[in-house]
């Protein structure tokens, strides 16, 4: 029994170990951008992820970018930066100002609207312009929809969903 213990406190030291390697990577990164926020580090276990919080402060444009385009260029640095010190493959996720629940938020309001023009039109509605990310909350948010179906259709950056009544 005692020997169980001790695993377990080990595993708790090595996931400490990892969130201390991520708030270290995200502080370097931050203090070459002349960001002044402070992250919190938490581990997703839902998502197999690390959480990057980052609370308001006058850099949230600047972290968010158009579209959020800098946040997923962040995520994806810190990833690589991730892997390169630790040898370790970890899907790290950034949310500034709860930027993610806003967004999940927009998108789901525009897939039931898009899914109501679908149906009060009798006619396919198509959505341009999404990421991968942005078509799959779509995809999610109407998959419990009995009158639509959601497809993606086309390739590379000319992929875009497509919201069609189901007859």
Do not use: C
């Amino acid at each position: 029994m005692t020997k169980k213990v001790k695993i377990e406190k080990k595993e708790v030291k090595n996931k400490n170990k990892e969130t201390d390697v991520i708030e270290k990577i995200v502080e370097d990164l931050f203090e070459l951008l002349g960001v002044k926020s402070k992250p919190e580090i938490s581990e997703d276990v839902k998502n197999d992820a690390y959480m990057v919080n980052v609370q308001e402060g006058e850099e949230t444009g600047l972290l968010i970018g158009a579209r959020g385009r800098t946040l997923q260029s962040l995520q994806t640095i810190l990833g690589l930066i991730y892997r390169q010190r630790t040898d370790n493959w970890k899907r790290i996720i950034v949310n500034v100002s709860d930027y993610r629940q806003k967004e999940e938020e927009r998108l789901s309001q525009l897939a039931r609207q898009s899914a109501e023009r679908a149906l009060s039109s009798g006619e396919p509605q198509y959505l341009y312009n999404l990421t991968p990310t942005q078509r799959r909350i779509v995809h999610l948010t109407l998959s419990e929809e009995k009158n639509v179906s959601t497809a993606s259709q086309g390739e590379g950056s000319s992929r875009y969903l497509v919201v069609t009544p189901k007859k």
